[in-house]
């Protein structure tokens, strides 16, 4: 009995080692090379094993500064410009874009901003977190196609929590209270993560910026959406429209700030949604 | 027996205290640095003496002053032009990096500007070498902004933002993608003009 004591003093006085000679690593202002050559992803923050690491590559040279930014280059090189998104359709996606950008302003932004001036956040809220749990079934289905099975597990509990105890989904308890947390997925990141590329780049009407892969992946997905199965269709698109809405009451003044820091907005927003899927894909 | 139970219990406990409070001492200097000077913006957005329309200058002047200090808009620029940059020569660089670096502290700005009363927490951080990303989110009641922040490690040693990445979509990239876009149809002059444009407006 005293020497199990005794045994669990001596496992956190080395415990409280190990880490320390980490927190000595910091201190030195070196700090492991965790990352591989031109990946900065996305992995927790290792904690011993950094000082670990640390105290084996300690004494590598560091390169000039001149080859630093050619570094840095080289990473945007190949992470950018070794994949551009065709856009064979150009003048046809021109116009959505157009179409598109005068629905917004004139439309959806204006409706959007004095429903948010009408209803306070929580209620609005309350709206966006209903949708949210409805679409289960996309977020359920993906995971499962992409494998991500523990994911899938944790999509079921925060359905089965925010249905019951957050009253259909109106209040988000599992994420609040039970900390539990998915990435949403779409089948267009399912098809994705199976190494389909982007296709080319498409601007839908409506729903804006796309490619042929998400597109083909948002027919997937029109599946498993339970509110495309309300009858009649008036009804059904009733409620995406008002779904659309409350949602874009989250995101005034976003899309005016992107068309302002933008010297081609076109451009802009072409990249920008490249760049954020390409970003979902990896999760 | 049960006594030395309770009592194995307890040292796990304090362990474990012991680990998340050693996670909370890694970090690392690029994130200390990155901290200081977001701590100041959000004091600036704060203070309740440059609230306001009337303040708008001096808050930005005050932003202006604390966002140059840690934010490299020449390496922002030069990464920009990325294959265009090396074609300019040294005073059509310095020309550029005032103009872009005006866009970007105005488009960094407004966006901060528009969370003034929000907190920032820093989710992680990875560093390699030389180069270091910090990951941090804007916590809002509706919604959280991630903003990642790429930096690089200058050679007196302090660490300067050289890309933002506002929802994994990075600014650098995304201009760069824009400026190749526009010199690959129109000439340099004409991007210029544009950019000018921009900044009036």
Partial sequence: MEKKYYFSILIIALSVFVLHSAIFAQDSQTIAPVLSDNAISTYPTPVIKSGR??????????????????????????????????????YFNYAMYTFNDIL?????????????????????????????????????VNNILQGEIKDAGTEIEIFLINSTIGILGFSRVAQNEFDLHTANEDFGQTLGRYSIGNGIYLVLPILGPSTLRD??????????????YVDPWELS?????????????????????LKKAAIDPYEALKDAYIQNRKEKVKK | MKQSKIAVLVLIFFSACVFFSAQDALASPARDQLKLTIDQVLEILQDQSLKGEEHTKARRA??????????????????????????????????????????????????????????????????????????????????DIPIDYRMYKTKDGSWMVYDIVIEGVSLVGNYRSQFDQILQKDTYEKLLGELKKKIES
């Fill in chain 2, 62 to 143: 005050s932003l202006r002053r604390v966002i140059h200090e840690r934010f490299s808009f020449a390496k922002m620029s030069q990464l920009s032009l990325a294959r265009h940059w090396r074609k300019r020569s040294k005073e059509e660089k310095k020309i550029f990096i005032g103009l872009f670096g005006k866009l970007l502290e105005q488009t960094y700005i407004s966006k901060m500007e528009a969370y003034t009363s929000e907190k920032v927490v820093y989710v992680k951080e990875f560093v390699k070498k030389k180069k270091a990303q910090v990951y941090t989110k804007i916590i809002t009641d509706s919604v």
């Fill in chain 1, 215 to 228: 597109t083909v992946g948002l027919v997937g997905d029109y599946f498993l959406t339970p509110v495309n």
């Fill in chain 1, 53 to 90: 690491i640390f105290l084996a590559k300690n004494t590598k040279s560091v390169p000039e500064d001149d080859e630093l930014a050619k570094e840095i280059l080289d990473d945007y090189n190949a992470t950018t410009e070794s994949q551009p998104v065709a856009d064979p359709f150009y």
């Fill in chain 1, 237 to 257: 698109t009733g409620i995406k429209a008002y779904d659309t809405i409350n949602t874009a009451s989250f995101h005034i003044g976003e899309y005016e700030a």
């Fill in chain 1, 104 to 140: 917004y302003s004139a439309a959806i932004n204006p409706i959007a901003s004095s429903y948010k001036a009408v209803f306070p956040a929580p209620a609005r809220k309350g709206v966006k977190n209903f949708f949210f749990n409805l679409l289960f079934p996309v977020r359920l």
